[in-house]
Nanobody
Framework: QVQVVESGGGSVQVGGSLRLSCVVSGCTYIPIHMSWYRQAPGKEREFVAL???????TYSDSVKGRFTISQDNAKNTISLQMNSLKPEDTAMYYC???????????????WGQGTQVTVSS
């Protein structure tokens, strides 16, 4: 059973920092990429950042230069370092892992339950 678990959310003031983590277990065959999404109340879920297993990264324009995504050598844990936080960064942050779990099954996306980030002025 694949599990994706986020942690590190919380409340912070404008300009502060938080570090989110995401751990994947139960499927370590071939990782493809892992990413962060966020969803604010009343809005659609939006892409934040992605890191490929080989290390390449991409960010949404709204967080570029402020957020940094990284991964461990085993490619089962990623982090999102969030600096210079703004009220508009307030959202539930979700981790997604895309990977092959065996040689005989197609790649699938696995989502976590989310961790709340609140930025107050």
């Amino acid at each position: 059973q694949v599990q994706v678990v986020e942690s590190g959310g919380g409340s912070v003031q404008v300009g502060g920092s938080l570090r989110l983590s995401c751990v994947v277990s139960g499927c370590t065959y071939i990782p493809i990429h892992m990413s962060w999404y966020r969803q604010a109340p009343g809005k659609e879920r939006e892409f934040v950042a992605l890191i490929f297993a080989k290390g390449d990264t991409t960010y949404s324009d709204s967080v570029k230069g402020r957020f940094t995504i990284s991964q461990d050598n085993a490619k089962n844990t990623i982090s999102l370092q969030m600096n210079s936080l703004k009220p508009e960064d307030t959202a539930m942050y979700y981790c997604k892992a895309r990977r092959f779990c065996s040689w005989s099954t197609p790649a699938e996306d696995y989502w976590g339950q989310g961790t709340q980030v609140t930025v107050s002025s």
